[in-house]
């Protein structure tokens, strides 16, 4: 009998020493992978919000026809891309604003530095910008992307470095 109480006592410390090894060594060869992937779907989901973020500006713009709408840079007040970026509507009432992740930057690529984005009356704008999206850090398999906006306001994303 004292047999049978022995044999259902639970783990050793030997087994889950062994356990624990083998989840450490899974969990560091899929690391490096799993850095990847978090740093691919940020500079994805931040183009995404940019695109997104012009189409919304756009049609804000068509809706109010006494008034511009502007896309401007910065989550607050700082005019940096990589900290986000608001939309304002002709009075500078704030319509919405985004933050994006800190593993992730936005760069102006026109010739000249651009801090907005004003759409006219009719949703077209007077100077095409064009902003590339792009990680922090440099990591195999993870690439920029452009999100351009032509002169009649519709907005494109490429998954490529503008140029």
Not at 48 to 63: G, N, P, Q, T, V
Not at 102 to 111: E, L, R, W, Y
Not at 129 to 142: R, W
Request: proline share 5%; charged share 15%.
């Amino acid at each position: 009998m004292a047999s049978n109480a022995k044999s259902s006592a639970g783990f050793t410390a030997v087994e889950l020493l062994v356990t624990l090894t083998i989840v450490g060594v899974l969990l560091a060869l899929a690391a490096p992978g799993l850095r990847q992937l978090t740093l691919n779907q940020g500079v994805k989901s931040a183009a995404f919000d940019l695109f997104s973020a012009l189409e919304y500006a756009r049609s804000e713009a068509i809706k109010r026809p006494s008034e511009t709408v502007t896309l401007k840079a910065g989550a607050v007040s700082d005019g940096a891309w990589s900290t986000g970026w608001r939309i304002l509507d002709g009075a500078g009432d704030v319509i919405r604003s985004w933050t994006i992740a800190p593993s992730v930057t936005v760069a102006d690529t026109n010739g000249t530095p651009l801090t907005q984005v004003t759409f006219g009356k009719d949703g077209h704008l007077t100077a095409a910008p064009k902003l590339q999206v792009s990680p922090s850090t440099t990591v195999a398999g993870v690439g920029p992307r452009c999100v351009k906006v032509d002169l009649m306001g519709r907005p494109y994303a490429m998954n490529a470095a503008c140029s």
